[in-house]
């Protein structure tokens, strides 16, 4: 869609002539408005709850994707438990909380005038700017990569969509007594316990269907990231033999025509290849400034506020904030409901919530009837972020009762997200 | 909990009493809002995870401290539980109890 100067000012309301001028609105305009980018699990989250909480404020909720496609639950797509029809889910319902939705791109932020561009040519001002983006996945960290992905040989799924499906794809057609390679990223990266739940999917369809075949898991850290006795004790018993767990094994190299990946010690040879690269911070918090730890890759906030602790104005929340907090779909939602509160209290000149309390729960699959789960509660202290509450942690077995719960959450998490 | 959440709980609920926080508290507000990832959008959940919405407040109060104390059987609540004061579940009892 190319908005026009007449549908911009529709979209935009009070802060359109601003931008048109060249000026941005204040928080003395009757209705601020607060522009949110990225329509995922923290974006969709927090606009909603920006309307919820702040009737007076306009948002404007931009995303170039039609559709939500989920990334929890695509792990069982990949197992044969769930279609990708399941993990999928419109943005119809947004419009009636009071989003303005546009669908487009952002290419590029103004922070200091307070506006963003959009690919079809639109600026929008804005009095704050929440950035949503989810990650970067760094490609070119593995030599061959682009190519590989671009022939659609190899690809990652560490965003759910088309190569979910296309993965899907290659393990069915997959003989039986075939290899299924996988690689997990050094952390930080998206969703810690993802890579081994993917892993467990994996090992239960094979073990339905092609119970010859063996799987390879190269993790390029030293050890299993997220809640190693729930997996190992799933891959010991319900999938014994089957997967060869390697750590210290970062993908080096990945080559698409010999079917290799290549590792400090080995190249390794599969018939499905599964790499899945470092990451970073969106993109789009580059183009606000906003992507400031040491390195230049993730995203450093006032975490009570998630507020950029260098660009005045622009709030990151997701996967690309930098903080002691798992990158999870339910952390990301909870972000966005601090940031939310925060923005709300902020534009109204009064101050937010001091001491937040936060949780993360990451329920993942270890086969098509049990699952397991880890929890923590986070409260925040001045001072020193935030603080894990005592008695959190992890299932040491997958259980059935779990399993429902997990399918439990995924329903109410979607709808709490979208609808 | 240490001495010092409570304190920094205490401080606040003064703010909010002042009104300078508005008349909704929006430390109870925010945190109730976490739990709906779980329990659904507005307390009332799709599938086996119950629903919190319109509980009577004394049995909600009594459902955390049990879970808790671990008294009550539990998947994840005592793990959830634990981190929260007495005085913000009663809050959230309350919270949970209006939602219909
Ligand atoms: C295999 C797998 C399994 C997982 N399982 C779980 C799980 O069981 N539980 C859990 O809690 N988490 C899980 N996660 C993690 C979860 O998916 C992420 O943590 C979550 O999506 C992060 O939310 P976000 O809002 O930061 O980013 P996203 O949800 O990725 O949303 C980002 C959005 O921003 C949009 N965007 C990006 N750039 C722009 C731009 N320039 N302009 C406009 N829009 C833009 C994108 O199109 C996208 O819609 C899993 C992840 C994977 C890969």
């Given at each position: 869609?190319?908005?026009?100067?007449?549908?911009?000012?529709?979209?935009?309301?009070?802060?359109?002539?601003?931008?048109?001028?060249?000026?941005?609105?204040?928080?003395?305009?009757?209705?601020?408005?607060?522009?949110?980018?990225?329509?995922?699990?923290?974006?969709?989250?927090?606009?909603?709850?920006?309307?919820?909480?702040?009737?007076?404020?306009?948002?404007?909720?931009?995303?170039?994707?039609?559709?939500?496609?989920?990334?929890?639950?695509?792990?069982?797509?990949?197992?044969?438990?769930?279609?990708?029809?399941?993990?999928?889910?419109?943005?119809?319902?947004?419009?009636?909380?009071?989003?303005?939705?546009?669908?487009?791109?952002?290419?590029?932020?103004?922070?200091?005038?307070?506006?963003?561009?959009?690919?079809?040519?639109?600026?929008?001002?804005?009095?704050?700017?929440?950035?949503?983006?989810?990650?970067?996945?760094?490609?070119?960290?593995?030599?061959?990569?682009?190519?590989?992905?671009?022939?659609?040989?190899?690809?990652?799924?560490?965003?759910?969509?088309?190569?979910?499906?296309?993965?899907?794809?290659?393990?069915?057609?997959?003989?039986?007594?075939?290899?299924?390679?996988?690689?997990?990223?050094?952390?930080?990266?998206?969703?810690?316990?993802?890579?081994?739940?993917?892993?467990?999917?994996?090992?239960?369809?094979?073990?339905?269907?092609?119970?010859?075949?063996?799987?390879?898991?190269?993790?390029?850290?030293?050890?299993?990231?997220?809640?190693?006795?729930?997996?190992?004790?799933?891959?010991?018993?319900?999938?014994?033999?089957?997967?060869?767990?390697?750590?210290?094994?970062?993908?080096?190299?990945?080559?698409?025509?010999?079917?290799?990946?290549?590792?400090?010690?080995?190249?390794?040879?599969?018939?499905v290849l599964n790499v899945v690269p470092r990451q970073r911070a969106g993109e789009l918090c580059a183009m606000a400034g906003a992507r400031n730890d040491s390195a230049g890759n993730w995203c450093?906030?006032?975490?009570?506020?998630?507020?950029?602790?260098?660009?005045?104005?622009?709030?990151?929340?997701?996967?690309?904030?930098?903080?002691?907090?798992?990158?999870?779909?339910?952390?990301?939602?909870?972000?966005?409901?601090?940031?939310?509160?925060?923005?709300?209290?902020?534009?109204?000149?009064?101050?937010?919530?001091?001491?937040?309390?936060?949780?993360?729960?990451?329920?993942?699959?270890?086969?098509?009837?049990?699952?397991?789960?880890?929890?923590?509660?986070?409260?925040?202290?001045?001072?020193?972020?935030?603080?894990?509450?005592?008695?959190?942690?992890?299932?040491?077995?997958?259980?059935?009762?779990?399993?429902?719960?997990?399918?439990?959450?995924?329903?109410?998490?979607?709808?709490?997200?979208?609808? | 909990?240490?001495?010092?959440?409570?304190?920094?709980?205490?401080?606040?609920?003064?703010?909010?009493?002042?009104?300078?926080?508005?008349?909704?508290?929006?430390?109870?507000?925010s945190i109730a809002s976490t739990c709906m990832s779980c329990h659904g959008p507005g307390g009332k959940s799709q599938g086996a995870i119950p629903s919190l919405a319109g509980l009577d407040k004394?049995?909600?109060?009594?459902?955390?401290?049990?879970?808790?104390?671990?008294?009550?059987?539990?998947?994840?609540?005592?793990?959830?539980?634990?981190?929260?004061?007495?005085?913000?579940?009663?809050?959230?009892?309350?919270?949970?109890?209006?939602?219909?």
């Amino acid at each position: 869609m190319t908005l026009n100067r007449r549908d911009f000012l529709k979209v935009s309301g009070a802060g359109a002539a601003a931008a048109l001028t060249g000026c941005a609105t204040t928080t003395s305009s009757a209705r601020p408005h607060v522009v949110v980018v990225g329509a995922g699990f923290g974006g969709a989250t927090c606009a909603k709850y920006l309307r919820q909480w702040g009737p007076n404020i306009d948002v404007t909720l931009i995303e170039p994707n039609d559709k939500f496609v989920s990334c929890p639950m695509s792990n069982w797509v990949l197992g044969g438990l769930r279609t990708m029809d399941d993990i999928t889910h419109g943005y119809d319902n947004l419009p009636r909380h009071g989003i303005k939705m546009v669908k487009d791109m952002v290419v590029a932020i103004d922070a200091d005038k307070r506006f963003v561009k959009t690919r079809s040519g639109a600026s929008i001002a804005y009095d704050r700017l929440v950035l949503a983006p989810g990650i970067e996945i760094l490609t070119g960290s593995v030599k061959g990569f682009n190519e590989a992905e671009t022939t659609g040989k190899v690809v990652h799924a560490w965003k759910a969509g088309p190569q979910t499906a296309l993965l899907r794809k290659q393990l069915e057609a997959m003989p039986d007594g075939g290899t299924f390679v996988m690689s997990v990223p050094a952390a930080p990266y998206r969703c810690p316990p993802g890579p081994y739940e993917r892993a467990c999917m994996v090992a239960n369809y094979f073990k339905q269907a092609k119970p010859k075949s063996k799987i390879i898991l190269l993790d390029g850290n030293p050890d299993v990231v997220s809640k190693k006795p729930l997996f190992t004790d799933a891959w010991n018993t319900l999938y014994a033999g089957m997967i060869d767990y390697r750590p210290n094994n970062a993908p080096l190299a990945v080559d698409g025509s010999k079917m290799t990946v290549t590792t400090e010690f080995d190249d390794v040879r599969g018939d499905v290849l599964n790499v899945v690269p470092r990451q970073r911070a969106g993109e789009l918090c580059a183009m606000a400034g906003a992507r400031n730890d040491s390195a230049g890759n993730w995203c450093t906030v006032n975490l009570a506020t998630f507020e950029s602790t260098t660009v005045p104005n622009v709030h990151i929340i997701g996967d690309s904030v930098l903080s002691n907090l798992p990158k999870s779909g339910h952390m990301a939602t909870n972000h966005a409901k601090v940031c939310a509160a925060a923005i709300v209290e902020l534009l109204a000149g009064r101050q937010p919530d001091p001491i937040p309390v936060i949780a993360n729960t990451c329920y993942s699959a270890t086969s098509s009837t049990t699952s397991g789960y880890v929890a923590n509660v986070f409260r925040y202290e001045a001072g020193k972020g935030y603080v894990s509450a005592p008695e959190g942690g992890a299932t040491p077995k997958g259980d059935a009762l779990n399993f429902t719960y997990n399918e439990s959450w995924a329903k109410n998490i979607w709808a709490e997200v979208l609808s | 909990m240490t001495k010092k959440i409570t304190l920094a709980i205490v401080g606040f609920a003064g703010l909010a009493l002042s009104g300078i926080a508005g008349a909704a508290d929006i430390h109870t507000q925010s945190i109730a809002s976490t739990c709906m990832s779980c329990h659904g959008p507005g307390g009332k959940s799709q599938g086996a995870i119950p629903s919190l919405a319109g509980l009577d407040k004394e049995y909600f109060v009594k459902s955390m401290k049990d879970f808790k104390a671990g008294t009550r059987a539990a998947s994840i609540m005592k793990r959830q539980a634990n981190g929260y004061t007495d005085a913000e579940v009663e809050a959230l009892a309350a919270y949970f109890a209006g939602l219909k």
